[in-house]
């Protein structure tokens, strides 16, 4: 993952869990405050439900005792006059706006029962309504108490089916009971009224919890209508025995949802029934809806700007840093002229300003290593040449001296003092041309003009000579000098001289580097590789005193030798007899002219315990040997 969108990405979740937690605890505030209003809504809306039952109450109270007292009606009551009671009730009541008045005598009989009509108009009732025997008419007929308190109830009206609210209130001549007068107003009045000051609709319950009547289905009176509102018995007495207002259940009618609180109806004292306020939900579920919305796209575009600016923000911290990386990348490529470029004051303008210097710093010390090394590659190439030229200058006069030393030798055989010091002139003359052959042999591999002149030839048959040379030194010295499986390996293509001069130089370094009575053998195999072609291996292993790990490199450079060249010893097949240096760099020249590989391995140098070394030398079994021309 890219450091953009490891700096963006915990920025996008942070924003994302505070918008969505923004949006959730706003809405459920939002939420809360519309339900804490609705509750105070319904609250008010009861109360002035509650106040308007009593100003109903007393507005029958006072047309009641307007009835009651009007002159002479008492004693037409008490007469049973029913004409005067009628010529002395009606326009009183008339005038005073009753839609229901029934005048009830002393024995019980209705005298009088008024009832406005449709059309507003008060018109008599003939037939029996019974409403001298509702219970409140009764009481007061059984108190017969003229100073009687008003009874109030809620009944229905037999002739027009309606729902009244009606007082009951003793009709008094001086202190005599002379009747009662029962005063009703329909729900249909009542409830409109309440819901114009309540603002809130209201549903009345009676008779154990039947819905008598409802502002809501349009002041209905249908008691199918109804009965969808009423409520249980048992939740009907629950809310009549309560102290003021019970939020009751949500419910949704005719598509619509409503709160409702339900209370008690209580005029007086008494507890005529309950009724409920109701208000409608689809307000507080759009404001919640619309408030939530309205959040979701403010936090939403709030969001996208957080989003944006962290971007840029990280932009600008982010493209020095990616220039940085580009910039790097190149430099480590090779392109160390190539600069950040950042001019910033801040931290990563410190970082880039140095790394540049850096850079500049490298850029410089690489031009000064490349001059060096190529003046090193020139005063290497002049060492070859002088190595070169002077070879080739010893050659002629070494020649010279071992032809005449030689001769000498053959004239001198009877004087054995004389032959002796000949011979040791033509061993020196021999080491001598050794060497100067050995230089010529690194200058051609140097110049790379060694010549190849490969045939097919076995392996067994080069180590065969070689041993032939190293034989004498090694019975001399006790070097038990050995060759295993070489006969059945398969010939390869190779340069016979070359490639015994390669096993010279390993073999007789084996011989030197091996204390006396040691160990030499030589082993040899076809290993299978699976990728390259199958190449002959073979491992010359001595029981010498071994190499260091940090020299196992740098002994196949020309003139490289391990330890001190003064504490060598002169032979040079000796134990650590001294050489010029030069056999491994031959050694490795040649086999690498024939696509092959050279390398040791040993565990370390340790003259006590002679760890040993092992030589491996590996040519391809299917090489054309023309690596040099
Ligand atoms: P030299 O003429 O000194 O033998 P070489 O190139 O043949 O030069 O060898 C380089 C050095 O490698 C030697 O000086 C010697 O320290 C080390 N070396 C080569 N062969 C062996 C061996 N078999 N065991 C231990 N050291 C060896």
Redesign the pocket.
Known sequence: MSIRFKVILPYLILTLLVAVTGVYVVTKLVANTLNERLVNQLLEAGRVVSDELVRQEIKHVETARIVAYTTGLAEAMLDDDRQAVASLAVPVADGLGVENLVLINTKGEEVLHLLRNANGELEPVDQYTGAANSTIVQSLLSLGDAESAPWRSLGTNLVDGRNYYYTALPIPLKKQFAGVVLIGTSFNTILPNLKNTSLADITIYANEGQAIATTLRGNTVDPEALSELSVSEQSFQEIVRADGLVRGENFSLDGRWYSLAQSPLEVGGDRLGAYAVILPLNYVIQSSAVSRNTYVILFALAMVGVVLIGYFISRLIINPLHSLVTTSRAIAGGELERRTGIQSSDEIGFLASTFDEMTDRLHQRTLELERANQILEQLDRAKVKFIQISAHELRTPLTLILGYAQLLKMKTNNDPELSGYIENIVSGTRGMTEIVN?MLDVSRIDNQTLNLSPTMLHIDSVIENVFSKVKPVCEERQIDVRAEDLKELPPISADPDLLQKVFY??V???????PDGGKIQLTGRVVNGSVNPPQLEIA?R?T????DPQ?QEL?????????E?LL?SSG?TKF????????????KGIVEAHHGRLW?E?AG?DEENNP??T?YVRLPLSQNGNGHK
């Open positions: 050995n130089h390993i007789t370094n084996a011989v030197k580097y091996t010359t001595d010498g005193i071994g190499i020299y002994i196949f450079q020309k003139f490289y030798q391990t330890g060249v060598h040079k650590k007899g001294g050489g010029p240096g030069l056999g491994l760099a031959i050694a040791v040993s140098h040993g070394s030589f």
